[in-house]
């Protein structure tokens, strides 16, 4: 029971000094509406090739906001002297990469539902019925980047087995 109190002390921490600073989910948030904006207006309405190339808008908008969050969740930390505080403290390394990873799956969910809204008004997209399978597909798309991006966040970040 101690691991996952660890963990979600660490993604409070995050989630804190995020919501303080706000410039990572404002970055996250502002790219993926640009996006989704830019090629809006880079299609022609109504074309074939307009209607091909949503899904691909609104994954890449997805990506490129969620690896704004992955690779600020380490460096933040390297930043500000904290990491070496954070890889000190009596936990494991595993609580450390746990914690993480649910602060960015909070974030990158959050920001890919926030751009779905708007890619939806944007390009006068119904979602219908389908809208349980596309938001299961959306958390399955975030745990699988903030899986992967957690980890690469760590490694680049310098963080080692000691």
Known sequence: MAYFSQAWAIVRKDLVTELRGAS???SMVLLGLLVVLVFNFGTEPGAESASLARSGVLWAAFLFSGVIAVGRSFASEKEAGCLDGLLLCPADRGVIYLGKL???LILVFS???VILLFFTVVYNVGIGAGWLGLLLLLVLASV???TLGTLFAAVAAGVRAR
């Open 102 to 104: 649910l602060g960015n």
């Open 144 to 146: 699988g980047l903030s």
């Open 24 to 26: 990572t989910i404002v």
């Open 111 to 113: 920001t890919g539902v």
